[in-house]
């Protein structure tokens, strides 16, 4: 099968370099895709910025309007780390947009991935920790409330505990959220997932991809699904600023390959996000997020 990816120039709201967000990185990702000959020119899949409707499904309507209008309250934009100006908000409904397409297509094609997405720290009331709202949470929503699937997992390997995500869904049971995760990274304090793995600081290669594997195989015992959402975070990677743990790229990769082998040998579609990633070095942090779109290839 060919490899849908989803792409949109306003994934990158273009901040200044010195911005401790590394928004650039998301145009140089899909600039390498093409010079690597990963995706045609004119080839990426374009999502519709998400309405506000498929946005409410899933945030309290009065954040969302504060969204849309960019009149969120000082503190609310502290907590999410930058101000929601136009060019914010709109890329938040575009991410939102491409998550959803990209769940769509990996249930047309088995697998599809986004250039974007994985914004797991907004919970229902607000935003939190770069992340104005929650794309996963977003897209399965929308899926669920059309009768597109029954249920899903998050399957979220970002080295942050999906705490957003855990928080929407800790009423739902379509939804089973599965987060393995820095044991003293931000958030603090930790929501309640699912299924919760906390690493220690440190955690390298071999001792990541033994725990992986256990709890694929206690993912897939314990929650029925119609589709996976997998948040590929580059994080833990050990130069990354915020990480905290030890993985290498190559880890990173055998990760990847590990996660989308196993739900796709169940036939289980799955949906790829990129999730975060925070050096400073933008081409060698663009090129390790096109890590999971390299993996995916390997199962298209």
Same mark, same amino acid.
Not at 4 to 15: G, L, Y
Not at 80 to 94: K, L, Q, T, W, Y
Not at 225 to 238: S, W
Not at 253 to 278: H, K, N, S
């Given at each position: 099968?060919?490899?849908? +990816?989803?792409?949109?120039?306003?994934?990158?709201?273009?901040?200044?370099?010195?911005?401790?967000? *590394?928004?650039?990185? %998301?145009?140089?990702?899909?600039?390498?895709?093409?010079?690597?000959?990963?995706?045609?020119?004119?080839?990426?899949? !374009?999502?519709?910025?998400?309405?506000?409707?498929?946005?409410?499904?899933?945030?309290?309507?009065? &954040?969302?309007?504060?969204?849309?209008?960019?009149?969120?309250?000082?503190?609310? $934009?502290?907590?999410?780390?930058? *101000?929601?100006?136009?060019?914010?908000?709109?890329?938040?409904?575009?991410?939102?947009?491409?998550?959803?397409?990209?769940?769509?297509?990996?249930? !047309?094609?088995?697998?599809?991935?986004?250039?974007?997405?994985?914004?797991?720290?907004?919970?229902?009331?607000?935003?939190?920790? %770069?992340?104005?709202?929650?794309?996963?949470?977003?897209?399965?929503?929308?899926? @669920?409330?059309?009768?597109?699937?029954?249920?899903?997992?998050?399957?979220?390997?970002?080295?942050?505990?999906?705490?957003?995500?855990?928080?929407?869904?800790?009423?739902?049971?379509?939804?089973?959220?599965?987060? +393995?995760?820095? $044991?003293?990274? &931000?958030?603090?304090?930790?929501?309640?997932?699912?299924?919760?793995?906390?690493?220690?600081?440190? /955690?390298?290669?071999?001792?990541?991809?033994?725990?992986?594997?256990?709890?694929?195989?206690?993912?897939?015992?314990?929650?029925?699904?119609?589709?996976?959402? &997998?948040?590929?975070?580059?994080?833990?990677?050990?130069?990354?600023?915020?990480?905290? @743990?030890?993985? /290498?790229?190559?880890?990173? /990769?055998?990760?990847?390959?590990?996660? +989308?082998?196993?739900?796709?040998?169940?036939?289980?579609?799955?949906?790829?996000? +990129?999730?975060?990633? &925070?050096?400073?070095?933008?081409?060698?942090?663009?090129?390790?997020?096109?890590?999971?779109?390299?993996?995916?290839? $390997?199962?298209?």
């Amino acid at each position: 099968m060919d490899l849908p +990816i989803v792409h949109h120039p306003a994934f990158d709201a273009r901040f200044d370099e010195a911005h401790r967000f *590394p928004m650039s990185k %998301f145009t140089r990702l899909a600039q390498i895709l093409v010079e690597d000959g990963l995706v045609a020119p004119g080839g990426f899949e !374009e999502p519709i910025p998400a309405p506000q409707a498929w946005l409410e499904l899933a945030h309290a309507p009065a &954040y969302v309007e504060g969204v849309l209008r960019r009149a969120l309250p000082l503190e609310m $934009e502290k907590a999410i780390g930058f *101000p929601v100006d136009e060019r914010v908000a709109m890329r938040s409904r575009c991410a939102c947009g491409g998550t959803v397409l990209t769940a769509r297509l990996a249930l !047309e094609k088995g697998l599809a991935c986004n250039t974007a997405g994985g914004s797991h720290h907004a919970h229902r009331d607000g935003g939190a920790g %770069f992340s104005v709202f929650n794309d996963v949470a977003v897209a399965a929503s929308v899926l @669920l409330a059309a009768g597109e699937i029954g249920r899903a997992i998050v399957f979220d390997c970002d080295v942050h505990q999906g705490d957003g995500t855990a928080r929407i869904f800790q009423d739902d049971p379509r939804v089973a959220t599965v987060s +393995i995760h820095g $044991e003293k990274n &931000y958030p603090h304090p930790k929501a309640r997932s699912d299924l919760d793995v906390p690493l220690r600081d440190g /955690t390298d290669d071999e001792s990541y991809l033994r725990v992986l594997d256990s709890i694929l195989e206690e993912s897939a015992a314990r929650f029925r699904a119609d589709l996976v959402f &997998y948040n590929a975070g580059v994080d833990p990677h050990r130069d990354d600023r915020l990480g905290r @743990l030890a993985l /290498t790229d190559d880890g990173l /990769t055998e990760r990847d390959r590990r996660v +989308i082998g196993f739900f796709r040998q169940r036939g289980l579609p799955v949906a790829c996000v +990129i999730g975060g990633g &925070y050096s400073r070095d933008i081409e060698a942090l663009s090129r390790r997020h096109t890590i999971i779109h390299r993996a995916a290839f $390997e199962f298209a």
